[in-house]
């Protein structure tokens, strides 16, 4: 009977509550990831031209959480959005990115938040093939405004102007609270005998 225990009932208890074991799995395939690394760059840059296009396509189909996340990776982004993220990366390994492979299998087996570095070592390759979004442009009212008005002494004063008219517009202040009652005095002590 405590034979049976050791070697049927007991490895099952140890695998069940054994999350050191899934730790250092998941570290093992880090260790192994960042040997690569330098061939996966090596890679990519040799397959960039082909991959663009394919990597723009699949961001451009991703949902929105996804989209940050390629443009700023951080772990407590991976851990937050695991499923999004082994999604996005399973597409990735459907074009052959490379590395995209090793960190799919890991991130299924392990979750991505394990395996967090290879996942956003793959985020910010993705990151270079994507095209440079322009800076958003300024409001042309707020432009206009600001070209209009030169500073010259009559600018000075239509500004203050402006800003009088605003004080006087705005509600006056609320009148102050009435003084709260003062504390009760304490009371004397007993005399004592």
């Known amino acids: 009977m405590v034979?049976?225990?050791k070697t049927k009932v007991l490895p099952k208890i140890k695998k069940v509550f054994d999350?050191?074991?899934k730790k250092a799995a998941a570290a093992e395939a880090c260790k192994s990831f960042d040997e690569s690394k330098e061939e996966i760059t090596k890679e990519l840059e040799e397959k960039k031209a082909d991959l663009q296009p394919k990597v723009v396509e699949i961001y451009e189909a991703s949902a929105v959480e996804i989209k940050t996340l390629v443009k700023q990776p951080t772990e407590s982004g991976v851990k937050k959005k695991s499923a999004v993220v082994i999604k996005f990366i399973e597409e990735l390994v459907k074009i052959e990115f490379p590395g995209s492979k090793p960190v799919s299998e890991a991130a299924s087996k392990?979750?991505?938040a394990l395996v967090s570095g290879p996942v956003i070592f793959i985020f910010e390759k993705v990151s270079t093939l994507l095209p440079?979004?322009?800076?958003?442009?300024?409001?042309p009212a707020a432009a206009v405004e600001t070209t209009s008005k030169e500073i010259t002494p009559e600018g000075?004063?239509?500004t203050k102007?402006?800003?009088?008219?605003?004080?006087?517009e705005a509600p006056a202040p609320p009148a102050p609270a009435e003084e709260a009652p003062a504390p009760p005095e304490p009371a004397p002590e007993p005399a004592k005998a």
Request: charged share 45%; hydrophobic share 20%.
């Open 3 to 5: 034979n049976y225990w």
């Open 19 to 21: 999350r050191n074991g």
């Open 110 to 112: 392990h979750g991505p």
């Open 132 to 139: 440079a979004e322009a800076e958003p442009e300024p409001e």
């Open 156 to 158: 000075v004063e239509e």
């Open 161 to 168: 102007k402006e800003e009088a008219e605003k004080a006087e």
